[in-house]
């Protein structure tokens, strides 16, 4: 248990991590359908699935290629499960470390196909440390399982 004078940094520091990786996994996905706006616009990364596709292509260099679309679609299908899951906050010890699972394995795949810089310069070591920190956490303030928690216990 967090000293009285950090509970509250503790508290923020959780339910900040679990919407910064909520909503990280959230916006990856609206780039690859286009929702940031087309490929070529400031802070667009994709902008369209069929990039996204190629991009994981080019990540996952060593599998054959009729396995590429369905991982592009598993990623995409866990992302964004793993984002509203992280947003509200339900399951929330079980979706942070199977996040720093996924998180994990794109920065090796990125590091194996790219090099170290680009997992450092985008910050997915960062992301899937925070994740399985998130993890581990005692406590999920502002969430579903608190409010199942105080249902349980009566509170």
């Given at each position: ?12 520091g959780s339910v900040f991590l679990r919407l910064a990786l909520g ?87 990125m590091t194996v196909a790219l090099g170290v810089k680009a997992p ?36």
């Amino acid at each position: 248990m967090a000293a009285p004078r950090w509970t509250g940094l503790a508290t923020f520091g959780s339910v900040f991590l679990r919407l910064a990786l909520g909503i990280s996994f959230l916006s990856a996905v609206a780039d690859r359908f286009g929702l940031w706006g087309v490929y070529g616009q400031p802070n667009v990364g994709w902008g369209n699935y069929a990039r996204f596709v190629d991009y994981t292509a080019t990540l996952n260099w060593f599998l054959p290629a009729a396995t590429i679309p369905a991982l592009a679609m598993i990623a995409t299908a866990a992302e964004t499960l793993f984002g509203l899951l992280l947003v509200v906050g339900w399951n929330t010890r079980i979706v942070a470390l199977l996040s720093g699972a996924l998180l994990t394995t794109f920065a090796l795949t990125m590091t194996v196909a790219l090099g170290v810089k680009a997992p450092l310069n985008f910050s997915v070591f960062s992301a899937a440390g925070g994740a399985l920190l998130l993890g581990v956490c005692a406590d999920f303030p502002f969430s579903v399982d608190e409010l199942l928690r105080r249902n349980r216990q009566g509170i």
